[in-house]
T-cell receptor
Framework: DQQVKQNSPSLSVQEGRISILNCDYT??????FLWYKKYPAEGPTFLIS?????DKNEDGRFTVFLNKSAKHLSLHIVPSQPGDSAVYFC??????????FGTGTRLQVFP | DTGVSQDPRHKITKRGQNVTFRCDPI?????LYWYRQTLGQGPEFLTY????????KSRLLSDRFSAERPKGSFSTLEIQRTEQGDSAMYLC??????????????FGPGTRLTVL
């Protein structure tokens, strides 16, 4: 049972444009959501997070939006840069301390 | 560098052999996690420690897997009688138990295990 879903396995965006990565979840007990970025042969790197009491969190070029009623969150990257090319994982946690990850979206930013 | 470190980075072994991986968390973090990642999937939770106490184990962690965190510092993950299905990236993460970042887990580079 996939509690966190990233339905787009890949996304290709031109440099300077907006990248929007989406994530859906099914478990109403999740109350904290995170985005991680992963390069090949490296561990995931924490990017940005959001608590369920908020609907938006912004950090530089990265903004995460949370729609609790739709059980949906998205990561916006503006402007996209070639160095943003990586696999992005959405993760969620609730009344336990473990993170539940989606399957990832591979973002490619081309010049 | 004061991040999470893992050793070895790569391990190739033959089916049936035992392997042990080590993780050194960020020094002020008292929570430590193990995850496993296979191709095309996100990391899957295996187990976690608060200090030296192992608080949760996934059903993915069969009897052949054992994890320890003596003295609440580094942790080891041992796999006995390895099987080809154990081939994966084994990731360690740590986090503080309180404060602003307590929900944020910081990952090491992983140990890639290949079982022949």
């Amino acid at each position: 049972d996939q509690q966190v879903k990233q339905n787009s396995p890949s996304l290709s965006v031109q440099e300077g444009r907006i990248s929007i990565l989406n994530c859906d979840y099914t478990n109403s007990m999740f109350d904290y959501f995170l985005w991680y970025k992963k390069y090949p042969a490296e561990g995931p790197t924490f990017l940005i997070s959001i608590s369920s009491i908020k609907d938006k969190n912004e950090d530089g070029r990265f903004t995460v939006f949370l729609n609790k009623s739709a059980k949906h969150l998205s990561l916006h990257i503006v402007p996209s840069q070639p160095g943003d090319s990586a696999v992005y994982f959405c993760a969620a946690t609730g009344n336990t301390d473990k993170l539940i990850f989606g399957t990832g979206t591979r973002l490619q930013v081309f010049p | 560098d004061t991040g999470v470190s893992q050793d070895p980075r790569h391990k190739i072994t033959k089916r049936g052999q035992n392997v042990t991986f080590r993780c050194d968390p960020i020094s002020e973090h008292n929570r430590l996690y193990w995850y496993r990642q296979t191709l095309g999937q996100g990391p899957e939770f295996l187990t976690y420690f608060q200090n030296e106490a192992q608080l949760e184990k996934s059903r993915l962690l069969s009897d052949r897997f054992s994890a320890e965190r003596p003295k609440g510092s580094f942790s080891t993950l041992e796999i006995q009688r390895t099987e080809q299905g154990d081939s994966a990236m084994y990731l360690c993460a740590s986090s503080p138990s309180s404060g602003r970042s307590y929900n944020e887990q910081f990952f090491g580079p992983g140990t890639r295990l290949t079982v022949l």
